[in-house]
């Protein structure tokens, strides 16, 4: 079975540490603990990730970001992608080939999923958790004991 990991694009971003960087791969772009773990989560128990940003919408690890950001679902912002993208997206980088995925992410990015992909696929091993102190030691535990968190699906 094919899995996709969807990792929350996060606010600490390398031009964060290195204001004059250039444009970097997106494996390259998040330097937060929550992308380093959930990254490591995927890592261990997926066939693939991709970060959701606000802004790019789907990219996966060796596409390019020109610039930092600062954009979350949820804001007022004519920047922010929109849904109509996402689902073009998910069919020219054919997500929609894999056949489960695992949300690793927030509410505001599981309530854009929630319009735009059929709710059988997403797998939400965080939903539940009381915030991102909370989902980075799940995710931690998880990685430590080469274990995954167990597996909830959404009823609508």
């Known amino acids: 079975m094919k899995t996709l990991a969807i990792l929350p694009c996060g606010k600490r971003k390398i031009w964060d540490k290195y204001p004059y960087h250039g444009s970097a791969k997106v494996k390259d772009v998040y330097i937060g603990n929550l992308h380093r773990l959930t990254r490591g989560y995927a890592e261990q128990f997926a066939t693939d990730w991709v970060i959701l940003s606000a802004k790019h919408g789907f990219r996966s690890r060796n596409e390019i970001i020109k610039e930092n950001y600062d954009l979350t679902f949820g804001m007022k912002n004519d920047g922010i992608i929109s849904n109509e993208a996402l689902k073009k997206q998910i069919k020219e980088k054919q997500l929609d080939q894999y056949d489960k995925w695992i949300v690793l992410t927030g509410q505001k990015h599981l309530n854009v999923l929630r319009q735009i992909v ?15 102190g909370d989902m980075q030691k799940r995710l931690k535990c998880a990685i430590d004991n080469k274990r ?6 959404l009823e609508k």
Do not use: A, M, S, V
């Open 118 to 132: 059929d709710l059988k696929k997403l797998n939400t091993p965080l939903l539940g958790t009381r915030g991102i």
């Open 148 to 153: 995954p968190l167990p597996n909830q699906y």
